[in-house]
């Protein structure tokens, strides 16, 4: 099944991709400082994006943004993750980092919260999973107590992306225990600077991220920064994750595809007993399945789902996206190097060469 693009996002594809080979690609050896883009690479770049056009992509108009949709992003998604120029999470260089819910908070909080992050004015996190409660949000112990005009919150968040450069949370907690994800589950806006939050470790990963582990001990919150009602956390909440998965379903897509124009690239160029691996017939069959694979999870799963997934079922619709890059595109990436890298670990020896 084939999925095609309209016409004005198969441009906006090409723009992309035109700026990834041309202005990333490059640099990518040299553009990070440990977990993160060095500040000059990124005015650099930032200011290059936005001559293309590329500022601000998802934010909808009415906010000074161009209102792209999910299926818009997905594209920029997935050439974008052809490079590790930029770090795998947080901000890219197209524009602030905007969660779909800081556009449903109420005048006063927009005020505060929303348009300085427009601006580039503010960071922000979301802080939602916790040690016990990662996959099942009804298990949060993170407690919203509230005490008169303000909540005050108890807890501990784990693998909280960027929250050390943060100034403020989007932080979910329990309102109501009892009744678990259906109702029980409030979101509010907290300012890091705020007594009582304290960052308490960061863990590397190899996506290179380090993610935080947060204390909330005894934080006062005034009423006024609830977003929306008690009990709309988890649906406030999912109205992110479901694009954040979709996210990393498109990021496993790119980065199959520039491990697929590698091996093809090191097939035409490297000859062994008089050929190119590229015209050995074990090494066609490994780059055909790769991108078979490759072809399939863009046009069925991401890109399907990105078109639908507002109107049937987000949930399921973002799960599967990011299922289907789980379980194939980590294979279909790995495939044409597994037997360099079997080689290299096994003896230390250079028998891939």
Partial sequence: ??????????????????????????????????????????????????????????????YGGQGLSLLGMAVVW???????????????VFGPDVKPVLFTLSPAQKEKYLFPVLRGEKTTAF??????????????????????????????????TKAQDADFLQLVAATDRSK???????MFLV????????????????????????ALDNVIVPVENLIGKEGEGMRQAQSWIT?????????????AKRCLELAVDYAKQRVTFGAALAERQAVQ??????????????????????????????????????????EHMESSAARPFMPAGVSLMSDGGDRAR
């Fill in 1 to 62: 099944m084939d999925f095609e693009l309209p016409e004005e996002l198969k441009l906006l594809k090409h723009t992309v991709r035109t700026f990834v080979d041309r202005e990333l690609i490059p640099i990518e050896m040299h553009a990070m400082d440990g977990p993160s883009l060095r500040p000059d690479v990124r005015a650099d770049l930032e200011c290059k994006a936005k001559d293309l056009g590329l500022w601000l992509l998802d934010v909808p108009t009415e």
């Fill in 78 to 92: 997935e050439e974008i993750s052809r490079t590790v120029a930029l770090p795998p999470r947080g901000p890219g």
């Fill in 127 to 160: 802080a939602q999973s916790e040690p016990d409660a990662g996959s099942d949000p009804g298990a949060m112990r993170t407690t919203a107590v509230r005490k008169g005009d303000h909540y005050v919150i108890n807890g501990y968040k784990r693998w909280i």
């Fill in 180 to 186: 678990g994800s259906r109702g029980g589950l409030s």
């Fill in 191 to 214: 300012d890091t600077a705020t007594p009582g939050v304290k960052i308490v470790r960061r863990t590397p990963t190899m996506m290179s991220d380090m993610p935080c582990e947060i």
């Fill in 243 to 255: 694009a954040g998965r979709l996210h990393q379903a498109c990021r496993g897509l790119g980065v």
């Fill in 285 to 326: 069959f490994m780059i055909a399945d790769s991108f078979t694979e490759h072809h399939n999870a863009r046009d069925v799963r991401v890109r399907q789902s990105a078109k639908k997934c507002r109107y049937h079922g987000p949930f399921l619709k973002g799960l599967l996206s990011k299922m289907g890059r789980g």
